[in-house]
């Protein structure tokens, strides 16, 4: 279930603030400067979730390596982000986006009108995407994506 979300590849990521699992806020000034994937997910310990989340950390050292900051999104609230980064050993940071604000700024689609979009962005130092990957049935395809982007 591959979603043609690349009409986002090109544009500039909209402003926007939210708090980390650690409580720290990040917005789009923080994602200025340096490459970041932005990767969003339905829900914090739900199986796909998981496989995805997992996936992009036993790819971390590839994504540090090329100096590209990676952060997980998703509606659920920090407490539940601080403990799901720890149950699975997560070295980047979660990012809650409560009302799925940034989400809807960027046009992202729910799956079957109520699923939130598992799509993952990969944005240049500028603040431009250049690279949009969705897909609610291959979790790991995601990392696989953005490692080519950021690998070229």
């Known amino acids: 279930m591959k979603d043609t979300s690349a009409r986002l590849d090109g544009t500039a990521f909209p402003e926007f603030s939210l708090k980390d699992d650690e409580g720290r806020t990040v917005d789009r000034g923080s994602i200025l400067g340096g490459w970041t994937v932005m990767f969003f997910y339905p829900k914090d310990h739900s199986p796909g979730c998981t496989v995805e989340s997992c996936a992009f950390r036993d790819s971390h050292d590839r994504f540090e390596r090329a100096g590209v900051t990676v952060y997980g999104v998703s509606t659920d609230n920090i407490a539940s982000h601080r403990a799901f980064r720890a149950k699975h050993g997560l070295q980047y940071n979660l990012l809650s986006d409560r009302r799925g604000v940034l989400a809807k ?48």
Do not use: C, W
């Open 105 to 152: 700024d960027l046009g992202l689609r729910k799956s079957l009108g109520f699923i939130p979009a598992r799509t993952t962005l990969v944005i240049d130092g500028n603040g431009i995407v250049q690279s949009t990957y969705s897909s609610h049935t291959n979790m790991k395809g995601h990392v696989t994506e953005a490692l080519k982007v950021i690998e070229s």
